[in-house]
């Protein structure tokens, strides 16, 4: 066999591996959802997920003075720039339930000087949200991983301000990945509408409001 060809094989092996951990990580988060292990923080840190948050941020149409939820913010990698786009007139809520995302996400923000941000430490779903308290409320990457969407999405909507949305981004290929029909469907059967759909199947944003 030429060396070419020697290659040639080794690469087509390996992209066979790494579907098989895709496909495998995938069937394992969707059989049972989870929030992304607080070990795993250094691999949210990478260039891509660098840029695709900076289009996030543009889907947002943040202006000074609102109030968001980062729903399920992780170390504050969105966090921070939120906080920063509405000002110290504004408000950010980052919500995670897990303690060490919590302790990384206020590093970050002590980090950037910021006083505008607050921190609860919770899953959607369990009413710890409070009522028509959001312009906006971001969930990226995070849908998949919460157990009871149903309820997560009902609660979400509720705090939602009259005239707020919220934005759901997935990206493939995330373990947790949900597809548009489903992020649509789940949306609706909560009694919210979509209100705008940006980007494509790679990397969406659905924006949803009562």
């Excluded at 070990?39 to 943040?62: D, H, M």
């Amino acid at each position: 066999m030429s060396a070419f060809l020697t290659s040639l094989l080794i690469i087509l092996l390996v992209l066979l591996g790494l579907a098989a951990v895709i496909f495998g990580l995938r069937w394992l988060w969707h059989a049972r959802p989870r929030p992304c292990p607080t070990w795993l923080i250094g691999v949210l840190k990478n260039p891509f997920s660098q840029r695709y948050r900076a289009t996030v941020l543009e889907r947002l149409e943040l202006s000074p003075g609102l109030s968001v939820l980062d729903a399920g913010c992780g170390p504050g990698l969105l966090t921070v720039p939120v906080a920063q786009a509405v000002g110290p007139q504004g408000r950010v809520t980052g919500l995670d339930i897990q303690d060490g995302m919590i302790t990384q996400a206020k590093a970050a923000v002590e980090a950037a000087g910021l006083t505008n941000v607050s921190f609860l430490q919770a899953g959607l779903g369990q009413g710890r949200l409070p009522t028509e308290a959001f312009d906006r409320v971001v969930l990226v990457t995070v849908l998949g991983e919460i157990p009871d969407k149903a309820a997560a999405l009902k609660e979400i909507r509720e705090s939602l301000k009259p005239g707020g949305f919220l934005a759901v981004t997935e990206v493939f290929p995330d373990p947790d990945y949900q597809s548009r029909p489903r992020v649509r469907a789940l949306a609706e059967a909560a009694g919210l509408r979509v209100r705008q759909v940006s980007g494509n199947w790679f990397l969406f944003t659905m924006k949803l409001e009562k």
